[in-house]
């Protein structure tokens, strides 16, 4: 199975989607290092010049709005690509001739879709890693050590969100076999439906078992911006989260299982 | 000899959506193919070839019917590591060079270190290979990717290999090495199984044919089963012949002779191959493995 991790590992991190995340991260601590200077006295924040140009408010209110607003942008950005790209991972495994010719060898089915799960996963843990980390050790520098390590935190929150969606996009990949479809599927999924069946006192019976049917993706979506903002959230939302992962992931392992592989 | 594979009322129906019509890709389909025989499946596109293929390898669940590989049924999974696959129309990542994709399925069946290495090596060599080996696939020829998948497929010295037309896209010369090749695999003891549309490369390769058509067997036996017996054969070289009975084309330099039978064929080719050379053209005369072919689909269809 390691052999399946490494080399979808090696596929997925030239594929656009991650591509265009590296390239995020490249331009977001590019903006960072270069267009934000903050000034220190007793190792008190007393303001921030944004390219140069002094902002005038108080600086605490304009290091939060900033780090509200780029940490929100970013994860869902991140997201976005990654969960495109998760779409795409496992309907390919279907389709592709590689699949069948891997499977001469002695490696199980349930190997194989978890070596791709994984491989995927890693790709999305090393982006959110080397993004949250080197915005940690420019702000680090520039803050003369004055930055909390909650970056590093948000990173391991938005790799613990991947991994959920990463399974059920694996789930319905099996099930729908297109991968338009079940990108369509996973971020409305994730942008809209999950926060709106974040409410667990809805008036309709139907969507409260409908959202039984997922995992707090709202909640999950907290965690990271506060843990990003330095205000580690519940992380217990995760611990939810491992039922529906377990599900997402032993489904989809039994319908790939039971499917005819075209490749 | 031990049967390598066996197929007993092999049934599948495909369904296209919870309304979809059926759709029989093989009807009730039995045969066998011994250790070290070359057995091709010929059939028109569609006629359940690659299904077959895939049945056998555990890809696609049988509607019913059994199939096993080397004793036992395929879902036990006891062939793993003993089958070369090449499906059809082979494709690999593009961004992936001809040595890593070999790596990968190498590791992928265990292999590591020099024998990986030495096992790498000796199939880029054995396929002309070597110089496109660290090119990225995108940037190569249809025939040469063919002949990627040809090498995977040969990397661990499988007892069994399934080919789903394995010369296509292949000129010429690059059909003949392969069939060479192939031929070399057999004698040393590699059961082969090949799908082929093409009834030359079928003609010269395979011991016995299997016509499939609709997903029935229209026929099966050796090319001198299905052959009349005194089919005539038209070969042709392009070097002095090592004996007598050749005919000169003009003053072409090539030479030409007509033989009776697949036996008396089998014969003249064996000696041309330990003589050095090479037929430049084999083709049939009249009757052929191609009449033959239309003949048992047009009885199919009438008794349909």
Redo the contacts between chains.
Sequence with gaps: MIVVVKNTFRENIVQPFALFALILVTAAVGLVSFGVTLHYESDMLISINLFGTPIDQSAAIVRDTLANTASALLNAALMFLFIMGASFVHVDMLKNPLTGISLTGPISRAGLFMGKLVGAWFVGFSIFFVLWGALWLTLFFKSSGQVSAGLLLGALSLSLEYAVMLSLAALMAMVVQNSTAVAILCLVLYFSIGPLLASTDHPSVLLRVISTLFPPLAEMQEVSRSSILGHPGDFAAFLRAVPHTLVYLLAGMYVFHKRDIAG | MAAVVEVHGLLKTYRSGVRGRPVEALKNISFSVDEGEIVAILGLNGAGKSTLA?IL?????PSGGEAMLFGSSVHR?DW??R???L?E?????P??TPRRLLR??G????MSGSSLNRAIDSQLESLGLTEVADRRISTLSKGTVQRVGLA??LL?TPKLLLLDEPTEGLDPAGQRMIRRLLMALSASGVTILLNSHLLSEVELLAKRVAILHRGMLAALGTQAELLPRNQRFSIEISQTPPESGWQEIGSTGIWKKEVSGTDTLQRLLTNLESSGITPSTVKPLHSSLEDVFVEHISQLEHRQ
């Design positions: 895939k390898l555990d890809l696609v669940r999974q793993k590591g089958v070369g696959y499906p129309l082979f494709s690999a990542p961004s992936a990968y399925l590791e992928i069946h265990g995977q497929a661990h």
